[in-house]
Nanobody
Framework: QLQLVESGGGLVQPGGSLRLSCAAS????????IGWFRQAPGKEREGVSC????????YYADSVKGRFTVSRDNANNTVYLQMNRLKPVASTVYYC?????????????????????????WGKGTLVTVSA
């Protein structure tokens, strides 16, 4: 079965950290564009961070630059999102998504303009709650 499965969400205090994982099964993450997205109630979907699994190029939304880090482990077919100095506004469900065989600019556009490209695979999401 081809799927992405997120894990690592939970409750954390403001200023704390979480590491989300996105594991692929049934297909390899090599040579794909992988992204982390979130959509708070009443807001548009936001591309939080994306990574090109072939060469490691990354993209970060301005709201998370310097605090979040995306990385890949192609051997384990997993992409991670390390989230530090979390703020309450970060509370929502985080989804990972994959576009297979992307073009050279797909990864950046995937994050900067959610919905511009069709996504090949979505995970079901993991809930992050930042609260005291």
């Amino acid at each position: 079965q081809l799927q992405l499965v997120e894990s690592g969400g939970g409750l954390v205090q403001p200023g704390g950290s979480l590491r989300l994982s996105c594991a692929a099964s049934g297909f390899t993450l090599d040579y794909n564009a992988i992204g982390w997205f979130r959509q708070a109630p009443g807001k548009e979907r936001e591309g939080v961070s994306c990574i090109s699994s072939s060469d490691g190029r990354t993209y970060y939304a301005d709201s998370v630059k310097g605090r979040f880090t995306v990385s890949r482990d192609n051997a384990n077919n997993t992409v991670y999102l390390q989230m530090n100095r979390l703020k309450p506004v970060a509370s929502t469900v985080y989804y990972c998504a994959a576009i297979l065989k992307p073009g050279i600019s797909t990864m950046q556009v995937m994050c900067a303009m959610p919905g511009y490209y069709s996504i090949d695979y979505w995970g079901k999401g993991t809930l992050v709650t930042v609260s005291a």
